[in-house]
């Protein structure tokens, strides 16, 4: 059974936050902010990084990067917001295709894979 020995495979990292501060786009991984395809397509151009057929994704968002940087206070105030807020990967069938074309399975450092409250 998979879940008891795992699931191995080619991961890739796309390192979305590298890539937006390197632009200069503002993101706050708080928000409903979408990474779209064309985005990921960027990073991945950016970085080398060859996609192949059954790859595991792996993003980086920057949400940890944020959270690290914000204070006991703020992530309570933050956790009162009901439903809550988070940036992702964009709800599109365009990413869904794209997904379901290249990748065996996703992952990433915030929440949820996708933004949340699109």
């Not at 501060?21 to 064309?38: A, K, N, R, W, Y």
């Not at 994704?57 to 006991?72: F, N």
């Not at 365009?94 to 074309?101: D, F, M, P, Q, S």
Request: proline share 3%; aromatic share 12%; with cysteine.
């Amino acid at each position: 059974m998979w879940s008891e020995k795992g699931i191995i495979g080619r991961g890739i990292l796309l390192d979305f936050h590298r890539w937006r501060l390197e632009q200069g786009i503002t993101f706050d991984p708080f928000q409903s902010h979408s990474i779209t395809v064309d985005q990921l397509k960027a990073v991945a151009a950016s970085q080398g990084t060859e996609i192949k057929f059954g790859d595991i994704l792996i993003t980086r968002t920057g949400y940890m990067a944020a959270y690290t940087q914000k204070s006991h206070d703020e992530l309570v105030e933050l956790a009162q917001i009901n439903p809550p807020s988070f940036a992702g990967i964009e709800q599109s069938e365009g990413v869904l295709k794209w997904i379901w074309e290249n990748f065996s399975a996703v992952a990433g450092d915030q929440p949820s894979f996708e933004c949340w409250r699109e």
